[in-house]
């Protein structure tokens, strides 16, 4: 029963913190591309 728990709780960490921190790196990316748009 613990292990499955445990299991459980890695694929919702796989399937939601690697996600957003793939999607803030992907904004922060963004932002600076507008960033030196604007002004520069």
């Given at each position: 029963?613990?292990?499955?728990?445990?299991?459980?709780l890695?694929?919702?960490?796989?399937?939601?913190?690697?996600?957003?921190?793939?999607?803030?790196?992907?904004?922060?990316?963004?932002?600076?591309?507008?960033?030196?748009?604007?002004?520069?």
């Open positions: 029963m613990e292990v499955n728990l445990l299991i459980i890695i694929w919702i960490i796989l399937y939601v913190v690697l996600p957003l921190l793939f999607l803030n790196a992907e904004l922060f990316k963004i932002m600076k591309t507008l960033y030196a748009y604007f002004f520069v």
